[in-house]
């Protein structure tokens, strides 16, 4: 398995753009994370799915952020209108769930957002 | 909600130190793990420990699960140059939420 894709690496935009962040977590695994990581805040759970369905979201950090799963294969979060401050690094994990020793998450490369 | 607090924050030692790092929580965790993560790359799992007083080494590394399952400790024997990296503890619920520390910027220096 190539692991966790995250796609793109890079985005630059332009404060009040829409961006929209990919990712294709490891075939089988149940769970889906987004987190978001910065040097003042560490890495920060945004919202999770279970099997495609939401199951907190209590991390997102305004109804400027949304996050969707519509296949077993697939998610994406968005953020619109984009600000300064949500310049960070975004990483997407996925987890093979069923059980206390299979909570462990496997992570892609993430995307470093860079809002100006 | 579920905080996990490391400490220390920051580490420099010298090659051959040995260092400890701690990971705590008033709240009871399932699973505990440790990630370690380098400059432009994703966290990667090295341990899981899921009892309370488990203890599992991985080389010159040993994990440690606290009784109440609330705490844990990562010691490195003789720190290499290789060892620097964020190292990272995280919790999972028995409901699949897994929540992470501030992590410890470990530098070892020759």
């Known amino acids: 398995d ?33 987190y978001r990581q910065t040097m003042m805040r560490g890495l920060e759970l945004l919202i999770y ?29 968005k953020i619109q209108p984009s600000e300064p ?6 990483f997407c994990a996925s987890s093979p769930g069923g059980g206390r020793s299979k909570t462990e998450a496997f ?5 470093r957002l860079t809002v100006v | 909600t579920q905080l996990l607090e490391q400490s220390p924050q920051f580490l420099s030692i ?10 705590n929580s008033s709240s009871v965790f399932s699973s ?6 380098e400059p432009g790359e994703g966290p990667v799992l090295l341990v899981t420990v899921v009892t309370g007083g488990e203890v599992k080494k991985l080389k010159r590394l040993t994990f440690q699960f606290g009784d109440a399952r609330k705490d844990s400790s990562l010691h490195i024997t003789a720190a290499q140059t290789g060892d620097t990296g964020l190292y990272l503890c995280a919790g999972g619920t028995s409901y699949g939420k897994l929540t992470f520390g501030q ?8």
């Not at chain 1, 401050?85 to 975004?90: H, I, K, L, P, T």
Request: with cysteine.
């Open chain 1, 2 to 34: 190539a692991g966790v894709i995250q796609s793109p690496r890079h985005e630059v935009t332009e404060m009040g753009q829409e961006v929209t962040l990919r990712c294709k977590p490891i075939s089988g695994h149940d769970y889906l994370f987004w």
């Open chain 1, 49 to 77: 799915f279970n099997n495609n369905v939401p199951i907190d979201d209590s991390g997102m950090p305004e109804d400027r952020f949304s996050a969707k799963m519509p296949n077993a294969s697939f998610s994406t979060l």
């Open chain 1, 85 to 90: 401050r949500d310049s960070a690094v975004y």
């Open chain 1, 107 to 111: 992570f892609g490369q993430g995307t």
């Open chain 2, 14 to 23: 010298q090659e051959g130190e040995n260092l400890t790092v701690y990971c």
């Open chain 2, 32 to 37: 505990l793990q440790w990630y370690r993560q």
């Open chain 2, 103 to 110: 992590g410890t910027i470990l530098t070892v220096h020759p």
